[in-house]
Structure formats: structure tokens, C-alpha cells
């Protein structure tokens, strides 16, 4: 079931089957449901069947780029000598997104098993799990799971008595959303400053420590030892819309709906079901207005644009905007949508690494410009100037964090331009304080 | 060379702006697009430091690619057709300039770099005329004193990182960092350090802007005011390629030249600081002779040359010649005919100081001999032991001084020996009045000439300032001295006919080293 | 920036403190990997990273001081300066924002006695910041205290959590 509301008749749990669970977060009370089946099975596997099944299943990563799983795996070298490593992005901060934090405080044996699975589809003997520093709770949780995992042989030089290695390393980052960019978690990681690298080299053929490196997401591996106990069929099966779009994934509804919180959906069930179906519709006497549906960093559709719109990565497309993380944000018409991009905006600038030019000034830029439209001191040509800003930080830096704040200034002003005009012509009362208040 | 011959990599063809090049694997686009005559515009690309690709100024529309694509690490693929002047690459590019001047503050009017800024240079080229940053406030970060010679004037600082770069990676000290993230980010010293290392100065260049400044040079000459004069350091036997920057005939800096053979695109900042005896004013300004009441008084040159010319011709037995470790090989060579007949002991003068390599270059230090042409007098017979020479001295029949730097006790081991010694000098020497003549000389920046590196690189270099009206280039006087009373005599035309007059260079030219040397000795 | 006292810098790294980190060394093969989990140590013991505390983690992995600042200063959760007893993260980006985030700060701020977002109060109890994203958005107003995540923080539970905190 989701959480932390009960389960709804148009969820399907697959990952979120024991959120809520706190007897799940042991190693027994995992195995007692399933747990450690699929790593067992994987473990008698080679690493072409392991990817291939995973392939299979359309599995494609959870944390928004949606990169076929398999395919991704598929890259890494075959035999080449050099320590091969995994990477489990646990770094979750995209505003809007709250999902990977449910998998690993009420599954994180899940977790382990999945990344277990992975490092013997990558031909890795060792996964690092990055996890945010503010993620404390799942911190405490997933270092427990770990030691018990160790300590029943699941993990370490042996596991399950299959005699191949597969260790298991938690780090804990530091604050920075950015280093939830693969390339600039390898950094956090090695110890330096959170800056994403160019590309190439891609991180196949030099990651981590220049080794060969895949990155997955913690949903994306907590669903692997599901394919792999279950086949890729049962996985590919599951499927309501693009069969591209396959398997489940965990939506986490936030903002102005009556139930806020983590749902897991079959791939194509339409977004008015989530909303208003699942997460309980709007609040009493109020209506929709917009809808982010895959965190931040993804435009703003409508209330229109979401009618008949189904959750997956082809539908969403194909309106506009992007399934990315699944963090769907939903406003109802008491949001001042200036004031929501403003925040947004300042979110990028306080985020942004300083790297590119384009994203350390334009971020900080565009804040405030917003931020003068919000005291009332706005010009008549601040919204060309805006669209023009974020054409100039748009496919011109070394990650797409520019690209992320121009995101909801192009989508906002697009089809929210009445409200950032009424403020422009004073018919709107500025809410932030000016030089002049 | 007796590499095994194996065939090179076959060359790539690459068309930039229309113009097709062919380069190796691996050329990146930058680098390609010099080939073809363009300098795709950039800052924090620089062939001497690793690129990490992120001021963005570099990008350029490949043909087939979906985004522009930074040309600094983007390597040539065959066939490869690249526009850096298509309207999204210019557009591209004036974005950045926009977004860099939003923070920069208007400092040009009392900013050093004004006239060489690399921002100045592009936003006038391809930059908004006006900006469309309104009333909000820029960003402020302090000036900071990096000591001993370097501020850091961090509202200018536009975050290339250079300096970093190479701090981390060429003087291998890593004392500067990125602090802060975003657009609170500048760039931040250890608190208990300085920017002291012995190649530290080189961050003044590599800064495209006037934030990392030099307090040496500030506020000292305006870059528009300045004649720049491709010469060598006469610092050390390294040979480093430099720019002697004058104004109104005064030397006002040293900066790198790039040889990338010698010295990349770096000096160390003791050459760097070595300029000032260039500017020296207490010259010896007129030839001067000792008269029959035994004092020294001017003369003209003519009278000057056949005095030494006297002496030269009477002398019979031993000879010494003292010279000056910055004496040019013409000087050098032309001096030592003037003894061919005596037994000569010729010296020059090399002092010596602590070897400060840069890490990051092979083959590159501040070296031991403070002498830029000790090869070069090598190469012609001289020796390095002035105390010997100067004890032989007493039994010669003729000293030549040659711009030799003496100490008192030096010069009083030298006294007494008035009717043998002949001084050529750029400073008259306090403690030898009684020499027969006293002939004006330039300054390394007052003439043309050529230094041999340590390496055996002849590398020539340029007249930067004038000397003193009556002054003359050591090898012109030498040379007069020689053909004085001849009329047949083998006089050279200038200093490149002089070099070509010793064999021991191989009767090579000027012309012939070109601006990057020309390797004469193993 | 200078510790409140003038009492000499007690080094961290000694004794088991030295042994953890030093054990963590086997998980990596590079000793500057060791860099985020030293800093983390640091602030754990001290409450803060000060500049001598950046120069003992250069010194014990051989990394120069000007590279472990940089390093810090990318991070918002290491703190430079001296911090109240209980440091105080608001969620306040737009998903919560738009739920109410911005009120639960300034009850914080209110009910600290911290005049403002940074300044530690004046019993040196607490300081509140704003924080970008926390990953608990369906759980407005999520609050980081110290390491307690706590999640629906609403102006009127703000007196009641801070009894918690001494």
C-alpha cells in the first residue's frame, strides 16, 4: 500500500506492498515475505541473463531520466579487469518528490536486495549507497538493515554461501541537491565538491574512483528483485497505456490534494485517477488549477492539460511536459503560481554548483526579477526578458540544473501569463516587501 | 632521434568556418580552429592547465549535433563540419557575456586589466550594447591581499578558475579553492597561507580579468600605453620566452611569452620581478678616457676606441675578460677576438641561487645559475671562476671588464692595474676610476642580441627601450675596437651579422632562430 | 571565523574517534573518499566546523586545508559557524510553501526567541534555518532538528516540539 494512507483500490502494490510495516524492516520479518528470493535466484545467474531479464521487464530508471535499466546495465564492460562499481542514488531532492525515502525506511532489505542483484548484473563486487544527509531516519534504518544483512550472509565475501562477493556501503551526503546528478554524486562521493563532470568520459567506461560505474535509483533497484523473482514478463505485463511504459511506479502526491502521500499505480493509469481518485481530490470548495507531474524540474501542465492524461513517461511526453520522478505536485486556484515559480527559482540559485555560467548568474538572475515582479516593481518587458534568460540557460551547460529553473519560468509564463501581467500592471497587490514598503 | 620509425596516425578532416583542416586524433575543437585562423572566444580553456568546460563561452554548432558543444573538450570526429559563427553559437556567446557583466562591477576606470581584459575584449566584439541587468543589486565580495605580490579583487572574479587550476595542477600547492557554491561562490586562499610559491605570479596572467592583479604593476601604466617587446629573461640560464612592457622607455613589466618548448606560457616570479635594473638611471652615459693628468673625461667615441685599440695592440703576454652573465653570445664572442693573440682567461659571472622547478611542466625551473647565457659564453670558451680571473689579473697585460657586476672587495683586487684595464659598462664601477677607457654599453632591453639556454636553445631577442644616447651594444664596440686603423675591416652590419660572425653558432642569423629559438648545442 | 571561547582546539580525531574513521578507510580506495564522513565526525563532536577543525581533517588525510574549506563550503549541512544547541531546518520550497511551510518558520522563529533565519537565540538554545527541499512533501511541514526528522510540523505543535530540545 502507499503511505501513510491505506491501501486504494487503484494502487497496485508491488514495491509499496509493506510500507508502514515496521516488522518489515528486519531481515526475518523480510524473508517471512518474500524477501532475498530474488537475490538467491540472481545469484545462480550470469550477468547477461540478469540484465537481459531486466531489459525484459522495460524497467527504466525511477529517478527521472527514465533510461532503460537494462540497457544501462548492458554498458558497463564485460571483462576488463578493473573493479566495476555500483551506485545507488539515494540522494532524493527534487522538490515534490518524497518516494525513495518511503522504500528505505519501511523496505530496506528491498534496497539491499536490489542492489545486491545489480552488482552482479554490472559484474561489481562493491555498491555505494549515497543517501542524502538529511534523510536521518532512513539512515538509522538502512544501517541496521545492513548489519543484519551481514550478519544472516546475505551480504559480504560470501553471499549465500554462493562465493561471490557483494559488499554493501553506505555514505551519507552533505546537503546539495545537485549531487543527485550522477557525475556530481561520484564527486560527493570521492570527496570532492559536488560539481557534475563532463561527459565523456560516460561513467560505463570511467565513474567512480575512474572505474566502470553504473548509477541506478533506489526505486529503480528496489523493483529489480521483483523481475528477477517474478520474470520480466509478469513486470512487462503491467502495463495500461504505451507499452513502453511498464511495471509500477510510486507517485508521490503532494500540495493542495486531501491526501497527500506515496502511491504506487500500474504505468498508464490516468493522472485524474491518482488525484482524484487515490489522493482524495481537492479540498472542499476548491478547484484545480496546475499539476507538476514529475517534480520541479518538469513543466506545469494545466487543469485541462491532465484530462485523459495517463501516468507514463510516452503520455506525459507527448503533453509537454515529463514523467521524471513522479513527483506530482498538485495547485489548486489558491496558489499565486508567480509566487510558486519565484520559489522555484530560488530553490535553482541556492542549489545551482557555480560551475556553468549560464546556471550560477542566470539562477540568481531570473530569482530576482521574479522576485521585483512579486514587490510590485516590475517592467513591461521583464516576461520577454525572462523567456529570453531561460532560452540562454537552456542545452548550454554541463548538467541540466539551468535547464530545470528556466523550466517553470517558460512553462509558467506560457500558460499562467495573466497572473504574472497583473502584477506587472498593478492589479495585483505585491505580497513581498519592496524598497518602497 | 633514434626513435623505431612507426607511421603516425592518419590526420583527420575537419572543415571550421568553411576552411577544411586536417589534425591529429585527439585535436580538440579549439585547437583545431587555430589551425584554421579562428580563435573561438573562451576563458577558462588554456593549453597549459586541464579543461574542465565551464565558463561555456566555447560553444560552437557542430553540423549532425543536437546542442552546441564546448569546442575546448570536444575532440574532431572525421568529416566534422563546425560553425562558430552561426547565429546560435554567437548567441550562445552573448549570453555568457551578459550573464558574466551582471555581477561585474564597472570597475575599468581604475581596473589594471583595462585594454588587455578578455571581457572587455569580447563583450566589445560580440557583447550587448546596453545591459538589461535593472536595479537589482550585485553581489559583493571583498578584496583580499593573496600576498606578497598578488590581490584578489573577488567582484571581478568570473569564476574560470584558472588560478586553481593552476595552483592544483602546475605548481602542484593547492592553496586556492572554489569556497561557496552558486553565485556566492569566489575563490578562497588557506587563511594560513600565501601565494608565495615561486611560479605563483603566473596566476596574474592566466586571470582573463582584472581580479587576481599584480601590486607591483597596480595602477602603474595603462595597457594602451604600453610597447610590448618579444625578448628572454635574463633571470636565470632557463631562457624563458618574455614580453618586456615598456612606457615612455621605462620598463614596466615582464610577462610570459609562450615557447612551448622552453617555458609554455610561464616565468617564475623571480624573473618575473627582475626588471628593475633596466630602468637604472646612474648609467655611464659618454665614453670616457683617461686623460695624461690621470683623470677620466669624456671623449668621443672615436678617440675612445683608439685608446682601447692602443692598448690592445701593445699588450703581449696574458689577457682576462671579466664578463657579464647577462652579455650577450655577440658580446660575449666579439670581446674574446680582441685577445685571440694574448692567453687569454675569460670568465663570466654567474651567480648562483635555489633551483625552483614548476612541478607540473617537464623541464621547467627557476635554475641554479642566475645567468641567462652561461651556454652561450660555454659554447665560446668561457669559464665561471671570477676569483681565479681576477687573481690572474695582476700577471695579465690587459683586463676587460665587460659590464661586470664587482663587489668592493672585487674591485679593489682589481685596482692598480690602471694601464691594463678596459671597462665597458652600462654603470660605471665605483672603485675603478683609473681604467683606460670607459665605453657606454646597453642593457640586454637596449639592444638585440641572442642568450643559449641551458638546453643549447640560441633564442634572440629584441630592443625594447632606447639606451642612453651614446650608449652601444658591447659587440659593436668590441668589433670597432678591433677594426680600428683597418679600413678592410670585417665590421657587422648589426647584431644578427654579428652572431653570424662567431662559428661557434654555426654561422646561423637572427632570422634563422626565428621567435622560438633554435636548438645549437646537445 | 573564530570559536566563542578562547579555550585552545581539542582535536577530534583521537582515540576511538581516530579508530572509526580510520576503519571506515577499508570501504574506499582513496584516502581523500574519507572527506564527507571526517567532516561529519567533526560536527558531530563539536557541533560545528570550525577552521581549525577543517585543518586537523586536512592533516589527518593528507589533503591541504584550502581543499577541505573548499569542500565544506559546497555543503549546506556542515555548519562553518558556531550553532545554537539544537539547529533548526523549515522546509519552506514550494510544495510545502504552498501547505503552509512559511508559517511553521515563523512560529520557529517566533517561539525561539531567534530574532532572525541564522541567529543563534540569545540563551544560545537554538537557530533556525530554511531548508531547500527536504524529501517529505506529502508530510507538510517536514522540520530537521538536529537529527530528528519530523514530519506535519504545523505553527501550533512548534511550542510542544521545542519542550523536547534543552
Not at chain 2, 367 to 389: F, Q, S
Amino acid at each position: 500500500m502507499g503511505y501513510p494512507h491505506p491501501p486504494h483500490a487503484l494502487e497496485t502494490p508491488v514495491l509499496s506492498t509493506h510500507f508502514g510495516e515496521a516488522a518489515a524492516r528486519t531481515f526475518d520479518g523480510w524473508v517471512k515475505r518474500g524477501g532475498y528470493e530474488g537475490l538467491k535466484k540472481a545469484l545462480g545467474m550470469t550477468p547477461e541473463q540478469i540484465f537481459e531479464e531486466v531489459k525484459a521487464s522495460g524497467l527504466r530508471g525511477r529517478g527521472g531520466a527514465g533510461f532503460g535499466t537494462g540497457l544501462k546495465w548492458s554498458f558497463m564492460p564485460k571483462e576488463d579487469g578493473k573493479p566495476h562499481y555500483l551506485v545507488c542514488n539515494a540522494d532524493e531532492s527534487e522538490p515534490g518528490t518524497f518516494k525513495d525515502r518511503e522504500i528505505m525506511r519501511w523496505t530496506p532489505h528491498a534496497l539491499l536486495e536490489g542492489c545486491a542483484i545489480g552488482c552482479l548484473g554490472i559484474r561489481a563486487e562493491t555498491c555505494y549507497i549515497f543517501i542524502r544527509g538529511e534523510y536521518t531516519e532512513p539512515l538509522r534504518i538502512l544501517q541496521a538493515a545492513l548489519a543484519e544483512a551481514y550478519a544472516n550472509g546475505a551480504l559480504g565475501a560470501n553471499a549465500f554461501g554462493s562465493g561471490r562477493r557483494v559488499d554493501i556501503i553506505i555514505h551519507r551526503g552533505a546537503g546539495a541537491y545537485i549531487c543527485g546528478e550522477e557525475t556530481a554524486l561520484m564527486n560527493a562521493l570521492e570527496g570532492r565538491r559536488g560539481n557534475p563532470r563532463i561527459k565523456p568520459p560516460f561513467p560505463a567506461q570511467a565513474g567512480l574512483f575512474a572505474m566502470p560505474t553504473t548509477i541506478n535509483n533506489v526505486e529503480t533497484l528496489a523493483a529489480v528483485p521483483h523481475i528477477i523473482a517474478r520474470g520480466a514478463a509478469w513486470y512487462a505485463g503491467l502495463c495500461k497505456s504505451s507499452p513502453k511504459s511498464t511495471g509500477t511506479k510510486l507517485f508521490s502526491v503532494c500540495g493542495h490534494v486531501m491526501k497527500p502521500g506515496v502511491y504506487e499505480v500500474t504505468m498508464g493509469t490516468p493522472m485524474r485517477d491518482l488525484i482524484f481518485g487515490i489522493a482524495g481530490g481537492m479540498k472542499p470548495g476548491r478547484t484545480l488549477k496546475a499539476v507538476i507531474p514529475g517534480g520541479s524540474s518538469v513543466p506545469i501542465l494545466t487543469a485541462g492539460e491532465i484530462e485523459d492524461l495517463p501516468l507514463d513517461y510516452e503520455g506525459i511526453q507527448a503533453r509537454g511536459s515529463l514523467l521524471g520522478s513522479g513527483g506530482v505536485i498538485v495547485m489548486d486556484d489558491t496558489t499565486d503560481m508567480v509566487y510558486q515559480i519565484w520559489r522555484l527559482a530560488r530553490f535553482y540559485a541556492h542549489e545551482s554548483c557555480a560551475q556553468c555560467t549560464q546556471c550560477r548568474e542566470g539562477t540568481s538572475w531570473t530569482t530576482r526579477i521574479l522576485e521585483r515582479i512579486l514587490k510590485g516593481e516590475g517592467r513591461p518587458d521583464d516576461l520577454d526578458l525572462l523567456l529570453d534568460l531561460a532560452d540562454n540557460m537552456t542545452g548550454k551547460t554541463i548538467c541540466v540544473l539551468s535547464d530545470s529553473c528556466a523550466t517553470p519560468i517558460v512553462s509558467g509564463i506560457k500558460k499562467f501569463r495573466s497572473e504574472f501581467d497583473a502584477y506587472l500592471n498593478k492589479t495585483r497587490a505585491p505580497v513581498l516587501a519592496g524598497a518602497g514598503a | 632521434m633514434s626513435a623505431p620509425v612507426s607511421s603516425p596516425p592518419a590526420l583527420l578532416n575537419v572543415t571550421i568556418d568553411g576552411i577544411q583542416v586536417q589534425v591529429p586524433p585527439g585535436t580538440s575543437i579549439i585547437e583545431a580552429a587555430k589551425q584554421a585562423g579562428t580563435l573561438v572566444p573562451h576563458y577558462c580553456y588554456h593549453p597549459s592547465l586541464p579543461s574542465p568546460a565551464v565558463c561555456r563561452m566555447c560553444l560552437v554548432e557542430v553540423e549532425k549535433f543536437p546542442k552546441l558543444v564546448p569546442a575546448c573538450v570536444t575532440t574532431v570526429a572525421e568529416g566534422q563540419v563546425v560553425h562558430t559563427q552561426s547565429a546560435s553559437a554567437k548567441k550562445a556567446r552573448e549570453g555568457v557575456l551578459e550573464f558574466l557583466l551582471i555581477n561585474h562591477p564597472l570597475d575599468c576606470p581604475i581596473c589594471d586589466q583595462a585594454g588587455e581584459c578578455e571581457l572587455q575584449d569580447y563583450v566589445f566584439q560580440e557583447g550587448r550594447a546596453g545591459t538589461r541587468y535593472a536595479n537589482e543589486a550585485k553581489r559583493y565580495n571583498p578584496a583580499e591581499d593573496f600576498g606578497p605580490d598578488i590581490m584578489y579583487v573577488g567582484n571581478r572574479c568570473i569564476l574560470c578558475t584558472r588560478c586553481v587550476r593552476f595552483m592544483d595542477h602546475v605548481a602542484g600547492e593547492k592553496v586556492l579553492n572554489v569556497s561557496e557554491r552558486g553565485d556566492r561562490a569566489y575563490i578562497g586562499i588557506d587563511a594560513s597561507k600565501q601565494l608565495d610559491h615561486p611560479w605563483a605570479g603566473n596566476v596574474v596572467d592566466l586571470c582573463p580579468v582584472g581580479s587576481l592583479i599584480s601590486k607591483d604593476f597596480l595602477h602603474k601604466a595603462r595597457a594602451w600605453d604600453l610597447d610590448r617587446t618579444a625578448s628572454v629573461c635574463p633571470g636565470c640560464s632557463q631562457g624563458c620566452n618574455i614580453s618586456i612592457d615598456t612606457r615612455d622607455d621605462t620598463v614596466v613589466r615582464f610577462r610570459p611569452r609562450a615557447n612551448l618548448e622552453v617555458n609554455r606560457h610561464f616565468i617564475c616570479d623571480t624573473g618575473r620581478a627582475g626588471y628593475r635594473f633596466l630602468n637604472r638611471g646612474d648609467r655611464l652615459e659618454a665614453p670616457m678616457v683617461r686623460s695624461d693628468a690621470g683623470q677620466l673625461v669624456v671623449a668621443d667615441w672615436d678617440v675612445a676606441l683608439a685608446a682601447a685599440s692602443a692598448v690592445l695592440r701593445s699588450a703581449t703576454g696574458s689577457a682576462v675578460i671579466i664578463a657579464s652573465g647577462r652579455a650577450s653570445a655577440e658580446a660575449l664572442g666579439h670581446v674574446q677576438r680582441l685577445t685571440s693573440h694574448l692567453a687569454t682567461s675569460a670568465v663570466i659571472q654567474v651567480p648562483m641561487g635555489i633551483e625552483a622547478p614548476l612541478e607540473g611542466i617537464p623541464n621547467l625551473a627557476l635554475r641554479a645559475e642566475r645567468a641567462p647565457n652561461g651556454r652561450g659564453a660555454e659554447m665560446l670558451g668561457y669559464g665561471t671562476d671570477v676569483d681565479a680571473a681576477i687573481d690572474r689579473a695582476a700577471q695579465a697585460s690587459v683586463v676587460i671588464l665587460l659590464d661586470a657586476d664587482l663587489d668592493a672587495d672585487q674591485e679593489a683586487r682589481l685596482a692598480g692595474l690602471g694601464g691594463a684595464l678596459l671597462v665597458i659598462a652600462t654603470v660605471p664601477p665605483e672603485g675603478l676610476r683609473d681604467a683606460v677607457v670607459m665605453l657606454p654599453t646597453t642593457t640586454m632591453a637596449e639592444e638585440q642580441g641572442v642568450y643559449v639556454n641551458r638546453d643549447g636553445r640560441a633564442q634572440r631577442y629584441s630592443q625594447a627601450k632606447a639606451a642612453p644616447a651614446l650608449a652601444r651594444p658591447a659587440w659593436w664596440i668590441a668589433a670597432e675596437i678591433a677594426g680600428c686603423g683597418d679600413d678592410d675591416a670585417d665590421v657587422p652590419a648589426d647584431a644578427s651579422d654579428a652572431f653570424r660572425m662567431l662559428p661557434e653558432f654555426g654561422g646561423l642569423r637572427h632570422a634563422d632562430l626565428g621567435w622560438v629559438g633554435r636548438v645549437v648545442a646537445g | 571565523m573564530s570559536r566563542p571561547t578562547d579555550a585552545p582546539y581539542e582535536p577530534v580525531f583521537t582515540g576511538s574517534t581516530r579508530e572509526k574513521l580510520e576503519a571506515l578507510q577499508a570501504q574506499y580506495p582513496t584516502r581523500q573518499a574519507l572527506l564527507l564522513p571526517a567532516l561529519w565526525m567533526v560536527q558531530e563532536a563539536r557541533g560545528w566546523v570550525s577552521d581549525e577543525g577543517l585543518a586537523e581533517v586536512a592533516a589527518v588525510l593528507d589533503l591541504t586545508p584550502a581543499y577541505v574549506r573548499g569542500v565544506a563550503t559546497f555543503y549546506t549541512m556542515y555548519h562553518l559557524h558556531p550553532m545554537g544547541r539544537n539547529v533548526i531546518q523549515v522546509c519552506t520550497t514550494s510544495p510545502c510553501g504552498m501547505c503552509g511551510a512559511e508559517q511553521v518558520r515563523d512560529a520557529f522563529l517566533r517561539h525561539t526567541g531567534c530574532v532572525e533565519l541564522g541567529r543563534t537565540s540569545a540563551d544560545g538554545r537554538f537557530t533556525v534555518l530554511e531548508s531547500e527541499c527536504l524529501g517529505a512533501c506529502g508530510m507538510a511541514t517536514p522540520v530537521l532538528i538536529n537529527d530528528d526528522f519530523l514530519e506535519s510540523v504545523s505553527p501550533e505543535t512548534v511550542p510542544g516540539i521545542l519542550t523536547r530540545y534543552a
